[in-house]
């Protein structure tokens, strides 16, 4: 009896991460999704004028100048220099941050109310949210602070 119990533990532990895998790929393909499909918009542009600064004294100075959190813009930096200034390359970054999100929702509901029923529940919703979704389109910090919250929070 002791191993069907053990076997059915595992069994439903393959089950929720395999549900958790569906998540992710649900959250990805609703966020790359026509992710090329507009162009960018006033505030998207300005994040790639601030990020495509020459030196990083300049991005920095010019970030400052703004009061804008530099984190993102050092990111975005880098990345346009590895990976191109192509419209699909630039919201890249906050497609990662906003799939990276819906996990860390899963760990943290998981560890807050101790069930992993919750944490696939609310990873969902995360994955499914339209506002979430419209915020990994744009090439603005806003993922990225989501992301960074969830993660303080988590490690609180």
């Not at 590895?82 to 929702?105: D, H, K, N, Q, Y």
């Not at 979704?133 to 603005?140: E, G, L, Q, T």
Request: charge should be positive; proline fraction near 2%; glycine fraction near 4%.
């Amino acid at each position: 009896m002791g191993s069907f119990v053990t076997n059915n533990s595992k069994l439903q532990k393959f089950t929720k991460i395999i549900y958790l895998i569906i998540i992710l790929f649900l959250a990805l393909s609703l966020r790359v999704f026509k992710l090329d499909h507009n162009s960018l918009r006033t505030d998207e542009c300005l994040t790639f004028w601030i990020a495509s600064e020459e030196s990083l004294s300049q991005l920095l100075t010019v970030v400052i100048g703004t009061k804008q959190q530099p984190l993102y813009y050092l990111l975005i930096h880098f990345w346009i220099k590895i990976f191109g200034t192509s419209e699909l390359s630039l919201r890249l970054p906050s497609v990662i941050f906003g799939i990276a999100s819906v996990f860390m929702t899963y760990k943290l509901s998981r560890i807050l109310f101790k069930s992993q029923e919750v944490g696939i529940i609310s990873s969902c919703l995360a994955a499914l949210s339209v506002m979430n979704i419209n915020y990994s389109h744009d090439v603005r910090p806003y993922t990225l602070a989501l992301f960074l919250s969830l993660i303080s929070i988590y490690f609180l």
